[in-house]
């Protein structure tokens, strides 16, 4: 009997003691992790021997550019290999958690802005780059999405614009030019349509609803803390300013100048409309205009974004995003080899590579761009552009629910009780 | 009696992975659904907050609730019905009857991912084939946006269940049918029973274990019918499709609430504990007819 009892208990231990193994607390990664995210807390390194840091991001359409620039950097760095990890973009913060906690992957790795940033560094995860000589190599006022509480946590290295593409020579041909204010925007539309074009590919059943927010509501409401406000309680989507911005999305859809059934249409399909010139705008992003390009050769790609005010009273003339933010993990045991793969993907030479291979615009100063897209692309530089408001979004509940607003005047319901029934989902999440 | 004693040590490997991965998790996830954790800073303990919230303040998860009932109920009355009358027509063992027994099979070994991509293409609007088939036989009217209109995305789901686990279901009502005795349905017969006095004095009682075995299965299924959901439509639109599994899913890695979600996880394991206990009560019931 006795020995049965042993057995049982050391079985039990055993099973308690194994499922232990794998447990990550957060409790014990905190406290190895730097408060101050100083380089030096954690790093370990000979720097005789050879050193493999791990690159965690989301960009699986970069790897084989990133693998050219890695095999570049390993002629100048023979010591230190880099491996690429890839987790898909829409479970990478539950992907990532545990690597970069622990610091067994992810000695460099990418971040989102806004909410999952915040995440991160509340964390303690980023090593702070502060005074690090590749910083000025960036465009100062392109990197502030990673700076936090006077810090630079992380460096946004793509700059997107979103929102819509539209076809030039769709345009040229009907002899439109894009509107300047919301009047303009519908003529345009309308035109379109009696020549036979959907106005606007719409991807309703994926990420169409969170770009085309952007540029529907930056001039609704200009105020760049107006996220913040409502998930604080202190503004509302009740409120006139989104109200309007669901009824003019409704208005579009209305008046047909949405592809039919948008809401089950994905990306892809979206984007084959307008590359086949079924579609003359494509509510997505400057990020899909190389796509695009590579399913019609000869289309020709501009940006524009709908101004949803009087001509007059337009305060932003589109919306930019700064992101692929790639940071240092404070609880990496290889901090300067991280640190030197950082400053080499930061030098103007690579990031020029980088961009014109992956037909992304980066934040890096003075690169050249020598695609038509890109040049077209950085043209906005020069304009008056909103940071992503959706970005500013920290609660998730807050934002589906936005988004889901979208989708609900869509499909019928009016706007004033689609952005009552979004608020009441704001109300329940609230920030405390 | 030692030897009776050392039989016990046979069941330890069960054991011990039942309580590394069954009771280990299911202990820490009750702790966790007293705190509040984004997954990467300290938690802290919130004691019934987290419970408070899921009862009275938030509507998606009975919205995702209702989703779910919805779709069990669509699922288990269909599948069942439509696998008892395949089943009849190929309860015998020709050649033709196992060919299509196969074919109805067939569905079930594809991964769900699988199914889901090869459904979200035949249900897009644009360029799918269902709209475009039934245009092609003037049946333009019955034309939908099967997955975009919040009305019946959660049906259209329903519907691809049904098509993908029927032939599942097929083989377990055909061996139900197969060890009805023949000899009842001649007695049947010759006491001038038709066809359907027949199914429902004979077939109906003697097939019932069966059918409540694929109605208890089906209805498990369908409470956890995650990825066909998560693969089509991701819950949307305006939540239509949420079910609970992708609301815990989305609270926990989208909203990064990994103490509410393991809340919600406790929930879902009760809501599913009292179907079942239900359902195990009507098989011993059907197993008394």
Partial sequence: MKKWFSVTVFTLIAALALAGCGKSDSSDSASVASPSGEASAKSSEDPGKKVKISFVHWRGEDVKVFDELIAEFNKQHPNIEVEQNVLPSEQYLASAQAKLLDGTAGDIFAAFPGAQFETFAKANLYVDLTGSDFVSNYTENLIKAGQKDGKQYALPYQLVYNQPIYNKTIFEKLNLTPPKDWEGFLALCETLKKNGYIPIAFPGADIGPGQFINSMMMNNNTDEDIWDKVETGQAKLTEDWFVKTLSQIKELNDKGYFQPDSLGTSKDIAGSLFAQEKAAMLATGSYMMATNKEQNPNLVQGLLAPITVPADQAVYEGIHTTTFMLGINANSSKQDAARTFLAFLSQKENAEKYANETGQLVTVKDVQYNTPELAESALWTEKHTRFHPRYLITVAAIEKAVTSSIQNVIAGTDPAKAAADAQKVVDQNLKK | ??????????????????????????????????????????????????????????????????????????????????????????????????????????????????????????????????????????????????????????????????????????????????????????????????????????????????????????????????????????????YSTEILSTYIYHTAFQSSEFGYAAAQSMGFMIIIAVITFGQFKLLRGNRAL
Avoid: C
């Avoid at chain 2, 938030?58 to 439509?82: C, E, H, W, Y």
């Fill in chain 2, 1 to 238: 009696m030692k030897t009776g004693k050392s039989l016990y040590l046979f069941v330890l490997p069960g054991l011990l992975i039942y309580l590394v991965f069954f009771v280990y998790p299911t202990l820490n996830g009750l702790v966790l659904s007293f705190s509040n954790w984004d997954g990467f800073t300290e938690k802290t303990w919130i004691g019934l907050d987290n419970y408070r919230k899921m009862l009275t303040g938030d509507d998606i998860f009975g919205k995702a609730f209702a989703n779910n009932l919805k779709f069990m109920l669509s699922v288990v009355v269909f599948q069942t019905i439509l696998s008892l009358m395949l089943a009849i027509l190929l309860t015998k063992n020709t050649r033709t009857n196992v060919f299509f027994r196969s074919l109805y099979f067939f569905p079930t070994i594809l991964s769900s991912v699988s199914v889901a991509f090869i459904w979200g293409f035949m249900y897009n609007p644009n360029v799918g084939v269902v709209n475009s088939a039934l245009g092609k036989i003037g049946l333009d009217v019955l034309s939908h946006n099967w997955l975009g209109d919040p009305k019946i995305a959660i049906f259209s789901i329903a519907f691809v269940q049904v098509w993908a686990h029927t032939g599942q279901m097929v083989v377990v009502f055909v061996a139900g049918l197969q060890a009805i005795p023949h000899e009842l349905y001649e007695a049947a017969y010759l006491d001038g029973a038709g066809r359907w006095q027949a199914f429902r004095n004979v077939t109906w009682p003697l097939v019932a274990p069966a059918a409540t075995i694929v109605a208890a299965y089906t209805t498990i299924q369908s409470f956890k019918a995650f990825d066909l959901i998560f693969a089509l439509t991701g819950g949307g639109p305006v």
